[in-house]
């Protein structure tokens, strides 16, 4: 065994989040992670996704970025920044989006919340300072950005998510995905949006630093609620066919490549004014050269971020996240390939350890998403 | 038969010439679910400390190192159909590889059990 396995270098100090003390003794693994320490499992990964799958989970990620714009003309200042219709965003309504750097290529992934007078927007904590520092660089000065440390982020995620959140906060079972509501517990404000990183139905739960473990115990004392790590988190979002910002997305992936092009809103795409529009509209009319898609991977060695991929004895692309998925039961990966070999169904090959390992592309997700849109149906 | 102990984790028991190698309960815990074992082909030369096997987990691979040298006579066939043996026994099903050994004065500079765990109490 390697000794890397069991102690990390830290070049930097290793920052502790307000629930530290809670992960460490809910029996958390805790590993660096965006410069935080955090969970990466608690009783283990497949039983954390498998229960996330069937059950709740609470996840803390309270790492995550919470910004907010305010002032006049915020709305028209983040639109130079994002390819999003954020004008056309109702009040209680969210979106995805995607931070772009001057050529197009993608700086961050995020969710941009109307919050009525403020625009609320959640970003990946570990690129927040980078995009705090860009963000401020090039908006407007009437145009105020906070950046909310006093909160911290959770996630309850999973079938039985509504129904446990409802016995602490009964107005969340009136919304639907993408939405996201003010509600007060327990005399805290708090802000809650039915959306996620797992494919299941659930919700994201803001609320301030001091109010997180009393939350957090409240929802674990329930039986159909337990904490979920890190790792978890990732094999659930993998499944979901859900990007990772830094690994299946950087700054030389464009919206396109990264199969991301329902994030640029049809009057965005008319009006051809964000950054990199030449690139991502021709890219979105001819194709794009290479595309994220999902990968089916034969038989049981994982195939993981960095592998290369092959077409007979030709190299095409790149893995850019796998492992073991367990509601899959066999390994799976995203990985970026030539257009012409995105096409469900089409064989390649993936390199591990000297060897090939035969995979198919796939159409993403590869488990179902269990989304609530519409109440009552 | 005694079984000595790698500070990378491996446990080795040995019957004469012939050592039986794999990772201790300590390394399975701190790996988790365990969803893939390669390992070394029959007939292969191992070198003390070089590659010897790959470990992976839900989150990712790890090396594991030869405890000494040898050549391999047997590679765990049970760990291709079920990887998860090295969590349920680690130390007894979930063997990985059997190996002639080439020098067995190399086995001095291995760990004792109890020498081992006094070493993972201090990590």
């Given at each position: 065994m390697t000794e890397t396995d069991f102690t990390g270098e830290e070049a930097v100090p290793t920052a502790t989040l307000p629930l530290d003390a809670w992960h460490r003794a809910k029996g958390g693994r805790m590993v660096e992670f965006a410069g935080y320490w955090m969970p990466i499992q608690y009783e283990g990964i497949m039983a954390e996704h498998q229960w996330t799958r069937e059950n709740a989970g609470l996840f803390d990620v309270s790492h995550m970025g919470q910004l907010s714009l305010e002032g006049e003309g915020a709305v028209e200042a983040l639109e130079t920044l994002v390819p999003g219709d954020i004008a056309a965003l109702k009040p209680g309504r969210m979106r995805y989006s995607l931070l772009l750097g001057e050529d197009g290529g993608i700086l961050d992934d995020l969710m941009i919340t109307n919050e009525g007078d403020q625009l609320g927007i959640v970003v990946n904590g570990a690129v927040k300072w980078d995009d705090i520092g860009y963000l401020r660089e090039n908006?407007?000065?009437?145009?105020?950005?906070?950046?909310?440390?006093?909160?911290?982020?959770?996630?309850?995620?999973?079938?039985?998510?509504?129904?446990?959140?409802?016995?602490?906060?009964?107005?969340?079972?009136?919304?639907?995905?993408?939405?996201?509501?003010?509600?007060?517990?327990?005399?805290?404000?708090?802000?809650?949006?039915?959306?996620?990183?797992?494919?299941?139905?659930?919700?994201?739960?803001?609320?301030?630093?001091?109010?997180?473990?009393?939350?957090?115990?409240?929802?674990?004392?329930?039986?159909?609620?337990?904490?979920?790590?890190?790792?978890?988190?990732?094999?659930?979002?993998?499944?979901?066919?859900?990007?990772?910002?830094?690994?299946?997305?950087?700054?030389?992936?464009?919206?396109?490549?990264?199969?991301?092009?329902?994030?640029?809103?049809?009057?965005?795409?008319?009006?051809?004014?964000?950054?990199?529009?030449?690139?991502?509209?021709?890219?979105?009319?001819?194709?794009?050269?290479?595309?994220?898609?999902?990968?089916?991977?034969?038989?049981?060695?994982?195939?993981?971020?960095?592998?290369?991929?092959?077409?007979?004895?030709?190299?095409?692309?790149?893995?850019?996240?796998?492992?073991?998925?367990?509601?899959?039961?066999?390994?799976?990966?995203?990985?970026?390939?030539?257009?012409?070999?995105?096409?469900?169904?089409?064989?390649?090959a993936a390199e591990v350890r000297g060897k090939r390992v035969p995979c198919t592309v796939a159409a993403m997700p590869f488990i179902p998403h269990h989304y609530v849109r519409k109440q009552g149906g | 038969m005694p079984r000595y102990y790698t500070e990378e984790h491996e446990w080795v028991d040995v019957d004469g010439d012939v050592a039986t190698v794999g990772i201790t309960d300590f390394a399975q815990s701190q790996l988790g679910d365990i969803v893939f074992v390669e390992v070394p082909d029959t007939g292969a030369e191992l070198a003390a400390g070089g590659d010897a096997a790959v470990v992976e987990s839900v989150k990712a691979a790890s090396d594991v190192y030869a405890p000494v040298d040898g050549v391999v006579t047997e590679g765990n066939g049970q760990l291709e159909e079920d990887p998860a043996l090295v969590n349920s026994d680690p130390e007894g099903e979930g063997w990985f590889f059997r190996m002639t050994l080439t020098d067995k004065s190399q086995l001095d500079g291995l760990m004792n059990a109890e020498a081992y765990k006094a070493f993972i109490a201090d990590l």
């Amino acid at each position: 065994m390697t000794e890397t396995d069991f102690t990390g270098e830290e070049a930097v100090p290793t920052a502790t989040l307000p629930l530290d003390a809670w992960h460490r003794a809910k029996g958390g693994r805790m590993v660096e992670f965006a410069g935080y320490w955090m969970p990466i499992q608690y009783e283990g990964i497949m039983a954390e996704h498998q229960w996330t799958r069937e059950n709740a989970g609470l996840f803390d990620v309270s790492h995550m970025g919470q910004l907010s714009l305010e002032g006049e003309g915020a709305v028209e200042a983040l639109e130079t920044l994002v390819p999003g219709d954020i004008a056309a965003l109702k009040p209680g309504r969210m979106r995805y989006s995607l931070l772009l750097g001057e050529d197009g290529g993608i700086l961050d992934d995020l969710m941009i919340t109307n919050e009525g007078d403020q625009l609320g927007i959640v970003v990946n904590g570990a690129v927040k300072w980078d995009d705090i520092g860009y963000l401020r660089e090039n908006l407007p000065d009437d145009v105020t950005l906070n950046h909310n440390e006093d909160y911290g982020l959770l996630a309850l995620q999973g079938p039985k998510a509504a129904d446990a959140l409802a016995r602490l906060v009964p107005e969340c079972t009136d919304m639907v995905f993408m939405q996201a509501a003010q509600a007060t517990w327990n005399d805290h404000a708090i802000a809650l949006s039915r959306s996620g990183y797992t494919g299941e139905d659930g919700f994201e739960i803001s609320l301030p630093n001091e109010a997180l473990a009393a939350f957090a115990d409240a929802l674990c004392a329930m039986e159909d609620v337990k904490p979920i790590g890190l790792g978890a988190r990732d094999s659930l979002r993998l499944e979901a066919g859900l990007p990772l910002y830094g690994h299946d997305l950087s700054e030389d992936t464009d919206p396109i490549e990264g199969d991301l092009g329902f994030a640029i809103g049809k009057r965005r795409r008319e009006e051809a004014n964000f950054p990199g529009a030449a690139r991502i509209l021709g890219h979105l009319a001819d194709g794009p050269p290479r595309k994220r898609v999902g990968l089916l991977v034969d038989g049981k060695l994982p195939v993981r971020e960095g592998a290369k991929l092959f077409d007979g004895n030709t190299e095409i692309g790149v893995v850019t996240s796998g492992g073991f998925a367990p509601s899959v039961g066999a390994p799976i990966a995203m990985g970026y390939v030539p257009r012409d070999h995105a096409a469900p169904g089409t064989a390649i090959a993936a390199e591990v350890r000297g060897k090939r390992v035969p995979c198919t592309v796939a159409a993403m997700p590869f488990i179902p998403h269990h989304y609530v849109r519409k109440q009552g149906g | 038969m005694p079984r000595y102990y790698t500070e990378e984790h491996e446990w080795v028991d040995v019957d004469g010439d012939v050592a039986t190698v794999g990772i201790t309960d300590f390394a399975q815990s701190q790996l988790g679910d365990i969803v893939f074992v390669e390992v070394p082909d029959t007939g292969a030369e191992l070198a003390a400390g070089g590659d010897a096997a790959v470990v992976e987990s839900v989150k990712a691979a790890s090396d594991v190192y030869a405890p000494v040298d040898g050549v391999v006579t047997e590679g765990n066939g049970q760990l291709e159909e079920d990887p998860a043996l090295v969590n349920s026994d680690p130390e007894g099903e979930g063997w990985f590889f059997r190996m002639t050994l080439t020098d067995k004065s190399q086995l001095d500079g291995l760990m004792n059990a109890e020498a081992y765990k006094a070493f993972i109490a201090d990590l």
